[in-house]
């Protein structure tokens, strides 16, 4: 199991920009896929963005071109630029990691993202 801890959450203004990073408890360089996940109030949790340990990576169609995300094997972390933000981006981002194909995945706590004016 690897611990995860998400960091970078706050209110901003619509059209702002945050960084969300992810710090893992060990070496994440052999982790299968690593990604972001939001629920936003009465809604279910959705997939944002997800990049594997090649460094594929794959995107949620509502913050394509908006978000970008990235792995830094030798900081152990995983960490999402969000631009552009809109309203509906407002919710709890969490930071997951699935250690191998089939595993159970790790989740950190969660960090709350707040876009209003």
């Known amino acids: 199991q690897v611990q995860l801890v998400e960091s970078g959450g706050g209110l901003v203004q619509p059209g702002g920009s945050l960084r969300l990073s992810c710090a893992a408890s060990g070496s994440i360089a052999s982790i299968y896929v690593m990604g972001w996940y939001r629920q936003a109030p009465g809604k279910q949790r959705e997939s944002v963005a997800r990049?594997?340990?090649?460094?594929?990576?794959n995107y949620a169609d509502s913050v394509k071109g908006r978000f970008t995300i990235s792995r830094d094997n030798a900081k152990n972390t995983v960490s999402l630029q969000m631009n552009s933000l809109k309203p509906e981006d407002t919710a709890v981002y969490y930071c997951?990691?699935?250690?191998?194909?089939?595993?159970?995945?790790?989740w950190g706590q969660g960090t709350q993202v707040t876009v209003s004016s």
């Open positions: 997951n990691a699935v250690r191998y194909y089939g595993a159970i995945p790790d």
């Open positions: 990049i594997t340990r090649s460094g594929t990576t």
